[in-house]
T-cell receptor, first 112, second 113 residues
Framework: EPEVTQTPSHQVTQMGQEVILRCVPISNHLYFYWYRQILGQKVEFLVSFYNNEISEKSEIFDDQFSVERPDGSNFTLKIRSTKLEDSAMYFC??????????FGSGTRLTVV | QKEVEQNSGPLSVPEGAIASLNCTYSDRGSQSFFWYRQYSGKSPELIMSIYSNGDKEDGRFTAQLNKASQYVSLLIRDSQPSDSATYLCAVNSWNSGNTPLVFGKGTRLSVIA
């Protein structure tokens, strides 16, 4: 079964550094999402992406965050200047029309 | 604000028993309802989706939806130790994929051998 692939699986970064998290969705997915989950907390929506542009974003998704689809396949989430509270699991998800969301394996981001 | 509420548990059941997981949601406009299983440190894995009032069965899993009561449940029959995980209830407002899921905090299930 096709998978949504995320890299890296674990990233440790110093506070204030930029990080880029990468996702390769399944080719027939139409909608793409980034979610995060702080340890012990809910899975929270960050941003959705459709037709090569942001379609919706949450309050969490402030100016420190950006998303791109640089080459038509990879899908990236950039955090410009990481803070300690950005430490979380970050999940990318893809959706075929009318089907459930398929989540990637996640990237554990640790900001020290 | 759209909210999804779940009892955090842990819910402990003996192997072979039925586990019953419950979820309520605040947005009456919700159309699509999902149950995900999440093992510790792993990503959510889709177990069931349900869109209409009533029951939907898939193997050992049955999802139940009551839109009037804004209530979704998941029954797991013949529970196995491998079912021990956190079960996440998620809803969204449309029947297509262009709206984000709103998740509950999850119910931790422990199946005792």
């Amino acid at each position: 079964e096709p998978e949504v692939t995320q890299t890296p699986s674990h990233q440790v970064t110093q506070m204030g550094q930029e990080v880029i998290l990468r996702c390769v969705p399944i080719s027939n997915h139409l909608y793409f999402y980034w979610y995060r989950q702080i340890l012990g907390q809910k899975v929270e929506f960050l941003v959705s992406f459709y037709n090569n542009e942001i379609s919706e974003k949450s309050e969490i998704f402030d100016d420190q965050f950006s998303v791109e689809r640089p080459d038509g396949s990879n899908f990236t989430l950039k955090i410009r200047s990481t803070k300690l509270e950005d430490s979380a699991m970050y999940f990318c998800a893809g959706v075929e029309k009318d089907y459930g969301y398929t989540f990637g394996s996640g990237t554990r981001l640790t900001v020290v | 604000q759209k909210e999804v509420e779940q009892n955090s548990g842990p819910l402990s059941v003996p192997e072979g028993a039925i586990a019953s997981l419950n979820c309520t949601y605040s947005d009456r406009g919700s159309q699509s309802f999902f149950w995900y299983r999440q093992y510790s440190g792993k990503s959510p894995e889709l177990i069931m989706s349900i869109y209409s009032n009533g029951d939907k069965e898939d193997g050992r899993f049955t999802a139940q939806l009551n839109k009037a009561s804004q209530y979704v449940s998941l029954l797991i029959r013949d529970s196995q130790p491998s079912d021990s995980a956190t079960y996440l209830c998620a809803v969204n407002s449309w029947n297509s994929g262009n709206t984000p899921l709103v998740f509950g905090k999850g119910t931790r299930l422990s199946v005792i051998a």
